[in-house]
Nanobody, 128 residues
Framework: QMQLAESGGGSVQAGGSLRLSCRAS????????MGWYRQIPGKEREAVAI???????SYRDSVQGRFTIYQDNTKTTLYLQMNNLKPDDTAMYFC??????????????????????WGQGTQVTVSS
């Protein structure tokens, strides 16, 4: 079992920055990938950034160059540094741990919330 707890969300103006954190507890060795996903009401959850156990990262096109996913040395805390935020980045952001072949595969794979582990989410609101 694994528990995930996000923090760091908030409200910022366009062009601002936020850093999300996700603290993992329990058995953190069983999942090959960890990632950040986001969802707005009425739309499907989408992958934002993924890191796999080899350290490879993948990003959705709309955040490439603005967002950075990384872990601490113990791999118990996952971060998402978000710079140059845009109003379209407004969403609930979720941390996830899941089995996957690689980050490159997971970033475009369908999202099934019944699989893997998920946090409760943290809201990010970007105003223009």
């Amino acid at each position: 079992q694994m528990q995930l707890a996000e923090s760091g969300g908030g409200s910022v103006q366009a062009g601002g920055s936020l850093r999300l954190s996700c603290r993992a507890s329990g058995d953190t060795s069983s999942m090959h990938c960890m990632g950040w996903y986001r969802q707005i009401p009425g739309k499907e959850r989408e992958a934002v950034a993924i890191i796999d156990s080899d350290g490879s990262t993948s990003y959705r096109d709309s955040v490439q160059g603005r967002f950075t996913i990384y872990q601490d040395n113990t791999k118990t805390t996952l971060y998402l540094q978000m710079n140059n935020l845009k109003p379209d980045d407004t969403a609930m952001y979720f941390c996830s741990a899941l089995g996957c072949p690689s980050a490159a595969v997971a970033i475009t794979a369908p999202v099934y919330t019944e699989f893997g582990y998920w946090g409760q989410g943290t809201q990010v609101t970007v105003s223009s």
